[in-house]
């Protein structure tokens, strides 16, 4: 669900503009039937963010050519994470985007299109970047929006609620309790674009998720959070609310293990609340890289995390991050071993990303990069190069701890033996989704393999993607290092 452009569409329908959501990702939509939908809808402005930013990159900024093409009048903004971060660039490059909207979009947005209407300049719009004469131009940044409930979610710009389901429960939506987060791990870069830590009101929020339930049979909740427990006195008043009203929504979100070990006193209340699937941002099982990316955790809290959870019924899914070290067959063997220990639910292993604003991003920066291709930088493909395993070592070492974690013998007797049978349900279906995603990208990448065999691939040198002192363009020059598989 395209949460971002409900939260901007919604303020902007207030205001008494005519508003359309296209939800092109959702669609499958080709850029020519995109291109013929703006056409119908003949708008005067075209907005455009996704989630996943960075690897959505390329296809938004082909989108919005195609659009400018057929549609040269109308004017094209922006924004998103990626796009926040390289404004300057963006513009430089791109002469099919005409404002970037940075950081918090619901207040910029609304005052960028009043200035727009009324035909005012510009660089009265704090938290913009825009040409001026031709040259990339950046406003102040903006006030951050310190009340989220000013603006409400623009709810009803969705037409088919049926698109939007999850986890097998049916409707579901996507909504946001906070923003921001008060934590500085270093390959994050979350904190830096929300800022303070901030959330709603719980009251208000529980009250919109009975009204999603009640008016459009909304059975599933992601929280769009970075840390929402991280006031617990705020977060404990939300599950309150949530456990007394009874209302038969489930929910995931991403909570940190040092949070659930503090709340191991209220669990039931998140059980009750409806909490059925949480991720435990556990990241690596080393004591050293966890300490080196200041993850304010230990393997301890994230065992107990681990335990906690299973004992109160709530499904955990432990993040495994793939390249915050150069990890070696003994590296694999060991996190195998320990997420075994843990014994969650499920585990989701990803790779690092060195996105460029993050501190994680500067300190890799002259490290070599396999992967150049933006629209590939989604977590599920390997971008920094290691020094002791190859790229296709490294993939059939993450299948092998995917398989190892979720094909042992063990698993499938833990799903046999739960007697609730409404877990057994959700358990029985996520491993069959997994397992369906996990032999896909074997597929996938097998394919992909096959075609490099006709054209080698190199290994990019220089600084990951982008300068990051200067937010220039990848320089381009190729260079094979033998020192690196």
Known sequence: MPIGLLMVGGPLIDAGHEVRLLD???????????????????????????????????????????????????????????PTFHAQQILEQEKAVDVIVRGEGEAVSLDLVRTIESKEPLHCVKGIAYRNGGKPTLTPASNLIKDLDDFPIGWGLIENWDDYQCFGLGRSAIIQFSRGCPHRCTYCGQKDFWGEWRSRDPIKLVNEIEWLYRTHGIRFISLADENPATSKEEWEQFLEEMASHQIPVYFFTSVRTTDIVRDADILHLYKKAGM?????????????????????????????????????????????????????????????????????????????????????????????????????????????????LSPWKIFLAAKWLEYRIHGRPRRFWSIWRTQDRFLRRLLIWSFFHTGFVWFAEIVVWLVEALKKVKRPSKIYSNITVYDVANHRSPVGQRIHLQDYP
């Open 276 to 388: 059925q699937y949480i991720l435990l941002g556990i990241e690596s099982v080393e004591p050293e890289v966890l300490e080196e990316i200041k993850k304010g955790s230990t393997t301890m809290y994230d065992l107990e995390a681990c335990r906690l959870l299973k004992k109160h019924g709530i499904f955990s899914i432990v993040a495994h991050v793939i390249g915050l070290q150069d990890e070696t067959w003994e590296t694999f063997r060991n996190a195998i071993k320990q997420l075994i220990y843990y014994d969650g639910d499920f585990v989701n292993v990803t790779h690092v990303t060195p996105h460029s604003w993050t501190e994680f991003g500067h300190l890799v920066k002259d490290r070599p990069i396999v992967e150049p291709d933006l629209s590939k930088w989604d977590y599920r493909h390997q971008i920094l190069a290691q020094k002791y």
């Open 24 to 82: 092109a990702e959702r669609r499958h939509l080709s850029l020519s039937s995109i291109v013929d939908e703006v056409k119908e809808f003949s708008p005067q402005i075209v907005m455009t963010s996704h989630a996943g930013s960075t690897p959505a990159h390329p296809t938004c900024v082909k989108m919005l050519t195609a659009i400018k093409q057929a549609c040269p009048d109308v004017i094209s903004i922006y924004g998103g994470v990626y």
